[in-house]
């Protein structure tokens, strides 16, 4: 029998707010274990949240980049249990009603992904088991985030990293988080069951919790779609439950079995009013988005780029500043893209150097390299070492043309070169003559090379056809 795939993810992101979602200590990544702490967030009786209204705000950006309805009126939760990350013995969340309703994504190659709603919550602390100790680092407690859940829409875990890479590239354009997997900025919950194809009900589900790259949420997913098929395969049925990826093994692993919603003992926040939003600050907001990712990448190839030259240009915000204030000075944005992605990519060590644009020209400079080789001050053949050399001395581009393009070789030079190349290659030009229009680039080519970069390459061919000729017929 053939078996379906059947998908949703429930996606956390923390929030790059100046400070945590119920007190004032600063968010940020990397201090020394518990430095970043508070009464509140470490969870001290007697201490009161106070709801951060940034972290409402970006709450709110990201449901209407993602086409949901946002509510005017929403509703903070306690949501219980105990574990050590987390000091109070209960999560602040959302539960009835959240910030965000039904809302939408579209993936790369266009099928829609349904958004169910998007919460705002609390981050607990992160435990640091050493050996046989467990330490606990209450920095990460009190980061906002917003919890983004889908139906149960994908059928693929590649249109699941597509999905993740989207709401990555979102995020950034709105500047409401950094979206790093590794640094567990985003992680998710991924929700899979398995079923006969052609069956429209959907089978038992189990969840695999806090993946947090790309590559193993792949591998998790096509472990557990095998183990679920080979169980219902054997007759046997496919628990609701809890499970982890262990990546030395490539499988999941059984954490717990499901509890049930009732368990968490979910009821209002006593501590903290009703998050209510006036219609013209939401108005405000909506006029605020960016042009997001996926309509850059439409614009872009509207523009005449591929679709991996759009993809690799839209992947950051300051990469795609850069290019669209380069494209400022030609005509054609694809020749930009073109130099962009082989020579200045070229440059960066890793990812990060990347995504903080340190591009080692400015847009104008690289604008107007790029203006010179479009009006034909920068001859083609001269264009890589210029290049070259205005990001290794930074002169500016005249004294660059200067030092590097030399003089077009004269008539009688090129003529005396191409004789010689003749001379040297007698079988390429009597391939030529009898029809093989291609052995001309052999001789071209010599030429090319022994003019050191002198010779225009359209004269100096034209050169060489004539000569042939000319031979052939004395
Ligand atoms: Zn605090
Ligand atoms: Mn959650």
């Known amino acids: ?188 919950d991924v929700n899979i069951s398995v ?30 779609f095998r183990r679920q098929v080979e169980l219902l395969e054997r007759g046997e049925e496919v628990c609701r439950e809890t499970r982890r990826y262990d990546q030395k093994t490539g499988t999941t692993q059984l954490m717990r079995k499901k509890e049930a919603e009732t368990d968490y003992l979910y009821f209002e926040e006593p501590d903290i009013p009703p998050v209510a939003l006036s219609p013209q600050e939401l108005e405000a907001w909506n006029r605020e988005l960016p042009e997001l990712p996926m309509q850059k990448r439409k614009r872009y190839q509207q523009e005449g780029l591929s679709p991996q030259e759009a993809s690799s240009l839209i992947k950051y915000p300051k990469v795609a500043d850069y290019f669209e204030e380069a494209c400022r000075w030609v005509q054609k944005p694809s020749l930009a893209a073109k130099w962009m992605l082989t020579h200045l990519f070229a440059a960066f060590q890793n990812e990060e150097e990347k995504e903080s644009g340190a591009f080692p020209l400015s847009p104008r400079q690289f604008g107007e390299f790029l203006q010179g080789i479009e009006a034909g001050s920068i001859r083609r053949n001269y264009a890589k070492e210029v290049l070259a050399h205005l990001i290794a001395t930074g002169d500016p581009l005249e004294q660059s043309l200067a030092k590097i393009q030399k003089e077009d070789m004269g008539e009688k030079e090129l003529e005396t070169l191409c004789q010689t190349c003749l001379q040297l290659y007698p079988e390429a030009a009597a391939d030529y003559l009898r029809g093989k229009k291609q052995a001309i680039k052999a001789l071209l080519g010599a030429a090319m090379k022994r003019s050191k970069g002198r010779a225009n390459p359209q004269q100096a061919q034209q050169m060489l056809e004539k000569l042939i000729h000319q031979k052939e017929k004395a």
């Open 1 to 188: 029998m053939e078996y379906e795939l059947v998908m949703g993810l429930e996606t956390h992101v923390e929030l790059n707010t100046q400070t945590k979602i119920f007190c004032r200590c600063p968010v940020r990544f990397g201090q020394p274990p518990n430095t970043d702490c508070c009464p509140v967030c470490i969870g001290m009786p007697g201490t009161l949240p106070v709801l951060n209204r940034e972290a409402v705000h970006f709450a709110a950006l990201a449901g209407l980049a993602l086409h949901c309805e946002v509510h005017l009126k929403s509703q903070m939760s306690r949501k219980h249990y105990f574990y050590p990350d987390l000091a109070k013995a209960y999560q602040i969340t959302q539960q009835q009603v959240p910030i965000c309703g039904p809302g939408w994504l579209e993936l790369s190659n266009g099928k829609v992904i349904r958004i169910q709603r998007i919460h705002m919550e609390e981050d607990a602390g992160k435990l640091i088991h050493n050996g046989s100790d467990v330490l606990v680092d209450y920095n990460r407690a009190g980061v906002p985030l917003i919890e983004i859940v889908t139906h149960p829409d994908f059928r693929s875990a590649r249109e699941a990293a597509d999905y993740l890479e989207q709401l990555q590239g979102i995020m950034r354009y709105l500047g409401i988080s950094d979206g790093k997997m590794q640094e567990g900025s985003l992680r998710c």
């Open 195 to 224: 079923r006969p194809k052609g069956q429209r009900t959907l089978g038992e589900r189990t969840e695999i919790k806090n993946m947090n790259s790309l590559s193993y949420l792949v591998k998790a997913v096509e472990y557990e």
